[in-house]
């Protein structure tokens, strides 16, 4: 018998490198609206759960759900004290030990785990994966391929560089033609799928968990004011980034 399934949407307020990014606004709706919207046209989830320890992002949120045209019943708020909500807390050790919902405590719920800072995720694809998971009873995770080939990495030291993977490097071996490199994903923060009763097994969020390959469009991420500019650039309506 399959469990609940909650959207959880993560959005502390202490960001440093860009203030308080997750109420940016790209194409009419901040990161938080983004995620509220994708999590609503996946239509498969019981609850969506906002964490913040902001009580303006949960206002906020509250006038952007009812401007999107969806009730402020189909978001619930969870708030997170400071200790719950520093630069240093990950948020999975928060939803492992100090996340008190029902869904925790079902042997089949799945968690999914949307950060506002990837907006452009695919809705169909997160539909498609949490079925998937619900056959498979496992977890799962959103990773994207690497925009430039990973085999070409090297880091430098007084002048000179010395690469990641030594004498195998095209950069050493002259292997350098596209099609000779093998090919690396990384996690994104897309969606995160958590098979709610292995999570006290799990050590990390893709311990135990299988990689869904998602587009370059789903893994981009907001870090910086020159991501937030080049997000704005691609935007477009939507919910035909979202549906796409």
Not at 151 to 178: D, I, R, Y
């Amino acid at each position: 018998m399959d469990g609940s399934k909650v959207c959880f949407i993560p959005a502390r307020s202490g960001s440093k490198r860009l203030k308080n990014k997750n109420q940016e606004k790209v194409s009419g709706l901040t990161l938080i609206g983004w995620a509220m919207l994708a999590a609503k046209l996946t239509d498969v989830f019981d609850e969506i759960v906002l964490s913040s320890d902001s009580e303006k992002y949960f206002t906020d949120a509250l006038i952007e759900i009812e401007e999107l045209g969806m009730s402020t019943d189909d978001i619930k708020l969870d708030k997170r004290d400071r200790a719950d909500a520093g630069s240093k807390i990950k948020i999975f050790d928060y939803i492992k030990s100090g996340f008190r919902h029902p869904v925790m405590s079902e042997p089949h719920g799945m968690l999914v785990q949307m950060l506002p800072t990837s907006p452009f995720r695919q809705v169909s694809l997160i539909r498609e994966s949490i079925i998937q998971c619900a056959k498979t009873k496992k977890s799962s995770f959103a990773a994207a391929p690497y925009d430039f080939h990973v085999s070409f990495a090297f880091e430098t030291l007084n002048g000179s560089w010395s690469p990641l993977l030594g004498h195998e490097s095209p950069m050493v071996s002259g292997q350098t033609q596209s099609q000779d490199q093998k090919k690396y994903l990384h996690p994104c923060g897309s969606f995160y799928i958590i098979n709610t009763g292995c999570i006290q097994n799990m050590q990390t969020i893709y311990h135990q968990s299988e990689p869904v390959e998602v587009d370059r469009l789903s893994a981009l991420d907001v870090d910086t004011a020159e991501d937030l500019d080049y997000l704005r650039l691609l935007a477009a309506d939507p919910r035909t980034i979202l549906n796409r």
